[in-house]
Structures are given as C-alpha cells and as structure tokens.
C-alpha cells in the first residue's frame, strides 16, 4: 500500500509523465533546510523545510532535472523507501544505466502503464466518478495538465518561464499548451484592466419632458441638458461633440450662474436620468495625465468648429477650459445606487 499511495501521490502532484515516475530512482527526495544550498543554483539557499525537492532523470525533452514538489509527495516516497525490499539494479533503456527504480517489487520495476491501467481506475470507483468525461478518457496525463493550469493561474502564479522549468520542457511553446487560463483568472484580468471605468464616464442629462410631450422638441426647442458641472449643454447630439471635454461655451452653451439655467433647475417637470460617453484617446489622456495633455487637447481643437459653427478661436476661448465634472476622474452614482 505504501507503494501504491507514493506511485498515485506522484501522478498527482509531481507534474511528471508516466515514463518518468516509473524511471524515478532510490534516494529522488531531498529536503531543504537553512544553509543547504540548492546543487547547481549558485549557492542559493531556501528557508527551513520550505519545500521537498525531487531529482527527476532524463527525460523526453531533457536532462537530468531538480524540481522542487508538495512535502506530502517527499513524506509518501520516503515511507515506502522504509519498507521497500531490496532489489536488484535494473536496465534503464534510456540511459542504458543498471540503476536502482524507486517504484520496483518483486525483481519487477513499475510498468509505465500502470497509472492508467490500474491506479485510475481503481481511485474512479472508490469516487464513485466515471472514468470518462467530456474531454475523454482520464489519463496520466490529465494529473499533469491540470497541476500546470493551477501553478499558472494560482494567487502567485509561475511565469511562463518558471513553468517550463518546472515541467522540464525544451521549449515554452510545449509549456503554452498547459498554460491555460481560468476563467476566474481571465475574470479577475478583465476587471483589472477596467475598460470600461477608463474609456466610458457617466453624464447627467436633464429631460424637459413637456417640451418633448408639446411638440417645442419636434420644432427644435431645447429638450435635453447635458450637465457640464459649470453649464449646460443642449446639443442633441452632445456625444459626437469633439469639444465636450474642453468646451468652447458655443450657441448651445448655457452658464450654470444665468437667469436661464435658474429658470431650467427651477422646473418641476424635469427628469434627471445618466448617459454614458465613450472617451477617445487624446480625452482620456486629458483625463488620465493632467493639463499637459488637456492643453495639448485644446490646440488640437482649436480650429475645429463648434456644434453651433465657428471655431474655439473665433469664440475667443480663454487659454484655460474647464474640465467636465463627469470626466473629471469621477463616476455619478446611478441614482439608487451607493457611491463607491
């Protein structure tokens, strides 16, 4: 049983093919205590009983390696060392060696196929789980695609480099094959990047609903404001505007200090609802790096015409603009929501 619990231990946790398990020899484990330095890692030295490093033979794609794997699998392997037989050395085909196998009984070494011939099925029905599934047979294989997904996608994941290394591939296009990403991991990527907090603000619009209900909207009266937080815009088409984040105060501009915005706050029959604008580039960057990259903004538009026809040069813009709020690195909570 010793035996049998190493060998199942081993697919499971040492990322290793089944050929290697079966090629592992007598004395793999090592433990790391202080002031033992790791061989061939220039003289580096891990904490005390950190970890349980296992020599790993030649092997498909290499040499002879040192990976570093679970305590769990060093303590099953020592206790079958304890009470394993002594046995004769035994030819191994790929270095032509006579060499002492870890997984020997009997004057017999392991078959390599006796993961997939006995251990699998045998775990299957003590589970109670079909040995079959949707991506086929459950082979020896699956153990070591499936521990390489988890160091990739773990809370400290490997690089792709160190899973290489850990895996003993030639090269990190084989590595990619396992480096698959999790959805929880592409989840957690896809928030991080925050695409959406970076590239869309919120705005408030003001609805006069009786301009839209009395027909003054259909003969081109004013019926929806755009809050700027130092005025209000009432372009219709407000997010085409190239200069909502450094208005030009054009036709369609009302200060928020006028008689007219009074006279518009003053409505009973206004709707206040939340409109989403996409930034671009050279907006995000006004948002994002400060007034360096907003003057730049304004020089750009300079000559560009207003919704209401000339240019921010012809209205004599101040040197200045000021920044839209709902741009202004902040998002309005929508109403019935906490602010963050």
Not at 52 to 67: E, N, Q, S, V
Not at 84 to 105: C, G, I, N, W, Y
Not at 229 to 236: A, D, F, L, N, Q
Not at 274 to 290: C, F, K, M, S
Request: one cysteine or more.
């Amino acid at each position: 049983m010793e035996m049998i619990r190493a060998i199942t231990l081993a697919w499971l946790f040492s990322g290793l093919r089944s050929d290697e398990i079966a090629r592992l020899r007598v004395g793999c484990v090592r433990w790391q205590h202080d002031g033992m330095p790791i061989p061939g890692d220039s003289g580096q030295v891990l904490a005390r009983d950190a970890v349980c490093l296992l020599d790993i033979p030649t092997h498909k794609t290499g040499t002879t390696f040192i990976k570093p794997v679970d305590p769990l699998l060093g303590k099953a392997i020592e206790a079958w060392q304890s009470i394993r037989p002594a046995q004769p050395k035994m030819l191994d085909r790929k270095t032509s060696e006579h060499v002492d196998f870890l997984f020997a009984h009997r004057a017999k070494r392991l078959a390599k196929t006796y993961i997939n011939a006995a251990v699998i099925p045998s775990l299957c029905r003590k589970a109670a789980v079909p040995a079959v599934d949707v991506r086929g047979n459950i082979t020896s294989h699956r153990a070591r695609s499936t521990i390489a997904t988890q160091l990739y996608n773990a809370k400290e994941p490997m690089t792709l480099f160190e899973l290489q290394a850990w895996l003993g591939h030639g090269s990190p296009n084989s590595t990619q094959q396992y480096a698959k990403i999790s959805p929880s991991t592409l989840t957690k990527a896809y928030r991080d990047a925050g695409y959406f907090e970076r590239n869309v603000r919120t705005i408030e619009v003001l609805i006069d609903r009786e301009a839209a209900e009395n027909g003054a909207a259909a003969a081109g009266e004013p019926w929806q404001y755009y809050d700027l937080g130092h005025g209000y815009c009432s372009y219709t088409f407000f997010e085409q505007c190239p200069h909502r984040l450094a208005c030009a105060k054009c036709d369609f501009y009302t200060p928020k200090d006028s008689s007219k915005a009074l006279l518009l706050e003053a409505r009973d029959n206004l709707q206040h609802m939340l409109a989403a604008i996409p930034l671009t580039d050279d907006e995000r960057a006004a948002v994002d790096d400060g007034q360096a990259a907003l003057d730049k903004l304004l020089g750009q538009l300079a000559d560009v015409p207003t919704p209401a026809g000339p240019t921010p040069r012809q209205i004599a813009v101040p040197a200045v603009a000021t920044l839209l709020p709902i741009i202004d690195l902040r998002q309005r909570p929508v109403p019935g929501e906490t602010e963050p």
